[in-house]
């Protein structure tokens, strides 16, 4: 079973990985903010959790399922960090306040929805529920991870949307994300959901042709429903500037065991699906996304 590797000082790795194609043929950036899985030998030492619920928040190995979007033109964009460790598809400064050892500074969001569910940019539980951390942090361990982790990896992100408007002048920011089974509905839950931000943060046009695609490949698709997007969705898509943003959450059934966390034969099926959506992606014509 893959488990988190504990990584000593010195071994840590680059916040991001940013997989370039040779040639860039379309205004497209995929990006996967939630498949790191680089856990730092600290965090895991502080963490009360074992070696597998520290990893129940990761959307697993969605990088590897879009690892083809460089061969067919278009950059990859993926989180190295754990979502648990340092969220990247939330504001910078969502904090808990219980979970700190003093007073947070006055600037920081301490009362939105996801802080209040304990998924702040801090997380202080894991998708399953279970409490993270045996002890409260001090803040500045909330600015280091920020600093070291948030801030590269939407500079990153940034820096892609703007070169792909320079070169075509728009931007299509595919966010890439996996969902796990709701309990209520283990049989009419959708395979993918598509979330862009209720019709605020993509062209229409650009929603319908990844629903088509997918709907032509038989996977059963929503609209926003129960995923809207998050903050990359809602931060970056801005229709009337030539930058869309379009959320897409895969069901964990489809390619993965969720209690183990291991790859299921099916993935390569899920996988040659979605680079074949990709392949075809890059081969449309995007002129209408400049507005």
């Not at 991001?16 to 043929?25: C, D, N, T, V």
């Not at 979502?83 to 009362?111: H, I, K, Q, T």
């Not at 802080?115 to 940019?121: D, E, K, R, S």
């Not at 966010?175 to 598509?194: E, F, G, I, K, Y």
Request: glycine content about 6%; charged content about 20%; some cysteine.
């Amino acid at each position: 079973m893959d488990l988190p590797l504990a990584l000593s000082a010195g071994q840590q790795p680059g916040p991001f990985l940013l997989s370039r194609p040779a040639a860039w043929r379309a205004p497209l950036v995929f990006a996967s903010p939630h498949s790191g899985r680089d856990y730092p030998a600290a965090f895991l030492a502080e963490s009360r959790l074992d070696a597998r619920s520290v990893r129940r928040s990761e959307d697993g190995f969605v990088d590897e399922l879009f690892a083809a979007a460089p061969l067919h033109g278009v950059p990859l964009l993926a989180a190295t960090f754990p979502r648990v460790y340092c969220d990247a598809n939330r504001e910078p400064w969502e904090l808990d306040p219980a979970m700190f050892d003093g007073p947070l500074p006055s600037w920081v969001n301490s009362a939105s929805p996801r802080v209040g569910a304990g998924l702040g940019t801090i997380a202080r539980i894991v998708a399953s529920g279970e409490p993270v951390y045996r002890r409260r942090l001090p803040f500045r361990e909330a600015e280091e991870r920020v600093q070291r982790c948030w801030q590269p990896y939407h500079a990153a992100l940034s820096g892609l949307i703007a070169e792909s408007k320079a070169l075509f002048g728009c931007c299509l920011v595919v966010d890439c994300h996996s969902m796990p089974t709701h309990p209520a509905q283990p049989h009419n839950a959708p395979d993918m959901v598509l979330g862009d931000a209720h019709g605020t943060a993509c062209a229409p046009r650009a929603v319908r042709r990844m629903e088509e695609l997918l709907w032509s490949m038989g996977y059963r698709v929503r609209r926003n429903d129960p995923y809207a997007g998050g903050y990359v969705t809602r931060h970056y898509g801005r229709p009337r500037e030539a930058v869309h943003v379009l959320q897409i959450e895969m069901a964990r059934s489809l390619y993965m065991d969720e209690a183990a966390i291991e790859r299921l034969p099916s993935m390569g099926q899920l996988q040659r699906d979605l680079t074949a959506m990709i392949a075809a992606l890059t081969k449309m014509d995007w002129a209408f996304l400049r507005g």
